[in-house]
């Protein structure tokens, strides 16, 4: 077993071979950063300033934020778990995505104010949506292109 010196940042060898955040990932980490300020700042105001109104929707929306944070970290983190923790994290992204905004369309008085997830993301140019099955692409064509 040969064993590999970290690079001049100090990232281990596995992590500098596997970086998620070129070509393509750098515009899937520029936009889950743009969803990252979005979805918490208007969570953050929601809920401090009218919490009572839509208590499930702005949790939703700080759900979100929370969920766009990690898969922003994760993709600079880079790396095989890295990879496979923001895969995970799409993956459950896209449910939500997909279950509330059914669950908008299905049963409007549920949702009093919309959520980042609403309608599929309308509110948000459907870059909720879309964003996910992107980003899982780009994740899987990730690891094939790592090298063994």
Known sequence: MTVTEPD????PADR????????PGILL????GVMVVGAVSRSAVQISTDFGR???AYSLSALAGLVYGFITYSLVRGGDTARRAALVCCAAELVGVLGVGA??????????DATVWS???????FIPVILP?????WLRRARRAAPR
């Not at 980490?29 to 889950?32: E, K, S, V």
């Open 103 to 112: 669950w908008t369309l299905a049963e409007p008085s549920a949702f009093p």
């Open 29 to 32: 980490l520029w936009l889950y």
């Open 119 to 125: 309608d599929f993301g309308m509110g948000y140019l």
């Open 133 to 137: 099955v992107t980003a899982i692409f």
């Open 54 to 56: 839509a208590p499930l």
């Open 8 to 11: 001049e940042n100090g990232a």
């Open 16 to 23: 500098r071979a596997q970086k998620l955040i070129t070509g």
